[in-house]
């Protein structure tokens, strides 16, 4: 008996857009199953515990702790890793270049959790007050940056967002009003 609830189970899923499938054991986590079986290596796995949000994806649209999801509980689902992020054909997401441009990571451990964050987080609130960014944040750990530019970087990503969504030009005031040039804390 004790062999069968050991025995490997094939979880198929679809990966960043991609059906994707490998075997593992039933206890197997999520974010162990993403990243060394199917290699998706920007889920990072940082406490273990569900504290950090390193390892945070998402799992049908909703942001999710995969260091607490069972790699079994994914099967038939869709899940989004920060490498899925970027629209087909081009470099960056609208996100990941306000990240690039503000300077919101520096050794970059917690970018892929706190992107995949943002990225619900941004669908669910459309024009978020920066109490409302901070406050989302608030389930990461980072110990490099200081938020500051995390936060005007997603602040920037929304109002990119919600220009293109009405027509208008990105690069209008909206954005040059949270845009720091010079990467500095504004």
Avoid: W
């Amino acid at each position: 008996m004790k062999k069968l609830a050991h025995a490997p189970h094939t979880i198929a899923l679809r990966l960043n857009g991609v059906e994707r499938s490998g075997e593992c054991e039933p206890r197997t986590l999520l974010s162990d199953f993403l990243r060394y079986r199917l290699g998706a290596t920007g889920v990072h796995v940082g406490c273990e515990h569900g504290v950090c949000g390193a390892c945070t994806v998402t799992i049908d649209g909703a942001a999710q702790r995969s260091c607490l999801t069972l790699a079994v509980a994914a099967e038939g689902r869709d899940v989004t890793t920060a490498e899925g992020l970027a629209p087909v054909g081009e470099q960056l997401s609208v996100l990941q270049a306000a990240f690039r441009r503000h300077h919101a990571l520096q050794c970059g451990y917690c970018t892929p959790g706190i992107l995949m964050s943002c990225t619900d987080f941004l669908k669910r609130e459309a024009n978020p007050s920066e109490s409302q960014v901070r406050e989302m944040l608030s389930g990461h750990l980072c110990r490099c940056t200081g938020y500051t530019n995390i936060v005007n970087a997603i602040l920037e990503a929304a109002a990119t967002i919600n220009a293109a969504t009405a027509g208008k030009d990105p690069a209008g005031p909206e954005v040059d009003s949270q845009r720091s040039d010079a990467g500095s804390d504004v």
